[in-house]
């Protein structure tokens, strides 16, 4: 069974790859970079047909002009096959695990083995070792060799890899080695030399995190009910008393920054993605914050970071808080009988004028000379709630334009307008973003830590919503490295640095993939290192409202939280090795 289950796995991981980079079969065009993929989906949007369709037009290595015919297929089918031998796949395994449909379709190398590292990663650790070992390659050398192949592609040093295989044994699993390597990385940091980490004091670890395991998941998961169940004010927010169940917390001390991070996803996820998140990133509890707070619309995040949390400030002026305060002219066209005072969470997509034509014909049928009945009330206020509608003329309602949307997001006036940028382009941009006011919130204690300014490492940049907080506050930005795929939102931040002349330096970079640890040596050279690593990867599989592939973690886009963080790890380790 454990055999059968390891193949399945395998060949889960190589279908998937050829599921998401094959090139389409008689469609010689590919999009430039992913302009149909809705990398960020929200909390509230149903994601339909999300095709991931910017594959890179690559071909295989040695196979100039390459086309899909038996020849070629089958020529680029040895060549794969070589391929996977060469990374440690046994050869029956490969052949069994990359037929589909009867054949093969051009891959990009390069991109498909980052692919596959990153679903061994996500669905079953390292699982193509296990293969190696169900396909009955049990030699000490294929598990020696792999092990240390496998280190050296998730970015580990060849002498630190090799100094953990040789104490640790070659027949120790793997994940047992990436702990010893971990907490070697960790007594360095203390000054204690990796050869002094003692094997038997990481078993003993190891035991006791054994024994206390099941109790610090169970406190995780009450303390996140607790949180989502609370009014989401995570450790604080201006004018609200902090319940008894909020403390002050004490994060271990090789967690403080800088580097400091912060990251930020929907708060609302499938079961136990922020207990994973929390795992990943230090066991550092998470805190579950709704805008509500700081704009006129609700938006439930979840944000892990080891930033200081007292002393922090608002941005200033503060924004309106409620809908009347927003949109005055709405007032004398609001009925009395909707009481609401507050926006739902602002989604990539928005009511149609079918929609509200409905609305009018409804009230105003019904309502003559009075209030409408219970029934089309409710009916109206459903629809008003769930599209995010306002009152713009006598029974006539509308859903927030783009200017609006950015009046609410907290950003500056026509950020997002003009260069090409549509009413729908820029519906999706914004639904994606960062509230600034809430952002700006917790990264205002930056302001006194660095009064010179701040080197960022923004993930997954978007519209540049953390960087808009950090200008806002008055917090210089010398250097700012923008990882982001969508083209669109690259020219909307360029823009933006452009028109508030900043002085710093702006770098675009348009895949996460791309920050190798190599680079990351660079720019750290560079600049003298990162002071934060801002970033909030997609959370298409983790919102409430997709119906279609809610994977959570495993998901297709959301598994890039796991980019996010072998980014902040790598960055951590290089500064403190410098």
Known sequence: MDDKNNLQNGKKIINEAVDIYCIPKNDST??????????????????????????????????????????NTSSSTSRLITHFMGIGFPRDFITRALKKDGEINQLPLTSLNEIIKLFTLVSSPFGYLKACTAEGNTTSSCVENNTFSFLIEMGYEAEEAYTAIKRCGKDTPIM??????????????????????????????RHNHELNKSTRFKKRKMDEMARLSNKMI????????????????????????????????????????????????????????DSQYFCAAQRKRGYIHNLPTNNRFRLLPIPPTTIQEAFPLSRPWWPAWDTRTKLNCLVTCVGSAPLTERIKIAVEKSAENEEPPSHIKKYVMNLCKKWNLVWVGKNRVAPLDPSEME?????????????????????????????????????SVLKNLFPGGVNVLSLFTGIGGAEVALHRLGIPLKNVISVEMSKTCRIVVQSWWEETNQKGKLIHVPDVREVTEHILKKWISEFGGFDIVIGGSPCNNL????????????????????????????????????
């Not at 991931?52 to 040695?62: A, R």
């Open 407 to 443: 009046l609410i997001m907290g950003f500056p006036e026509n950020h997002t307008r003009g260069g090409g940028i549509g009413n729908t382009k820029r519906y999706k941009l914004l639904g994606n973003s960062f509230q600034v006011d809430t952002v700006a919130y917790h990264l």
């Open 543 to 578: 919102a409430g409202g997709n119906r279609v592939s809610r994977d959570g973690l495993e998901g297709q886009h959301s598994s890039l939280f796991y980019e996010y963080y072998r980014i902040l790890q790598s960055v951590r380790h290089l500064m403190r090795a410098s």
């Open 176 to 205: 047992d080695v990436i702990e010893f390597i971990d907490a070697a990385r960790m007594r360095h940091d203390a000054h204690v030399a990796p050869s002094e980490v003692k094997v038997e004091e990481l078993q003993s670890n």
């Open 30 to 71: 590919t999009k430039s970079e992913g302009s149909d993929i809705d990398w960020n989906t929200d909390d509230d949007l149903e994601i339909e047909n999300a095709i991931f369709s910017s594959c890179s037009t690559k071909q295989l290595v040695g196979d100039p002009g390459a086309s899909t015919s038996a020849g």
């Open 234 to 289: 995570g450790f604080g927010v201006p004018g609200v008393p902090l319940p008894p169940m909020v403390i002050n917390r004490n994060l271990p001390h090789y967690i403080i920054g800088p580097p400091y991070f912060y990251y930020e996803n929907v708060a609302l996820t499938p079961k136990g993605v922020w207990s994973t998140i929390s795992r990943f990133l230090y066991d550092i509890e998470p805190e579950f914050l």
